[in-house]
């Protein structure tokens, strides 16, 4: 008795009813994931903007932690506590529009001429003028690191010290003499 029914409905009448249908899942899918981009976005930004502010240490603990986590999955490092320390708070460096004018005067009998020229800089931001203007980061410069000090449960090893080290070495831009690998105190 249902198909029935449906035979007697015009075949574009199904058509459109069935676009509609796929129109309404296509709009409904990217809003739920567009307000979690939105968030990750954010979250994202925040992440940025702490990544550079070493006053309270996340840049230092995130690298930390992921040492850490890589160190300990070596073979006889055992448990680790690792130590960073920076050099500086890193950089945003901004995005500028700059407009240069330069302007010439030619006096008279002498021939002498004059020219200045006058710049000017203006950031750019991310969103057009009001509030909540943020300005447009074109690059971001992570904190330099200073030293390493690994605390492990195999530094007393030479071979496990020299696997720490070398691959500190290879993820970090810091010299040699700026790794320390020392047994920890069980």
């Known amino acids: 008795m249902r198909f029935e029914k449906l035979k007697k409905i015009p075949k574009n009448q199904i058509l459109i009813g069935g676009l509609l249908g796929v129109l309404l899942l296509v709009i409904a899918i990217p809003v739920d994931s567009g307000k979690k981009k939105t968030e990750e ?43 960073i320390t920076l050099k500086d708070n890193g950089e945003n460096v901004v995005e500028k529009d700059t407009s240069i004018s330069s302007q010439s005067t030619q006096e008279g009998e002498n021939g002498t001429t004059q020219s200045q020229t006058q710049s000017q800089e203006e950031t750019v931001f991310t969103q057009p003028q009001g509030s909540g203007q943020e300005p447009f980061v074109s690059k971001e410069v992570t904190p330099q690191i200073e030293g390493i000090l690994v605390v492990a449960e195999g530094g007393g090893n030479s071979v496990v010290v020299k696997n720490i080290s070398d691959a500190v070495l290879a993820l970090f831009p810091v010299e040699a003499h700026k790794i320390k690998v020392v047994k920890m105190n069980l």
């Open 41 to 83: 976005t954010t979250n994202t930004g925040q992440e940025t903007e702490d990544s550079g502010n070493t006053d309270d240490g996340v840049y230092e603990r995130k690298m930390e932690r992921r040492l850490t986590e890589v160190l300990e999955t070596m073979d006889g490092v055992g448990k680790v506590e690792v130590m």
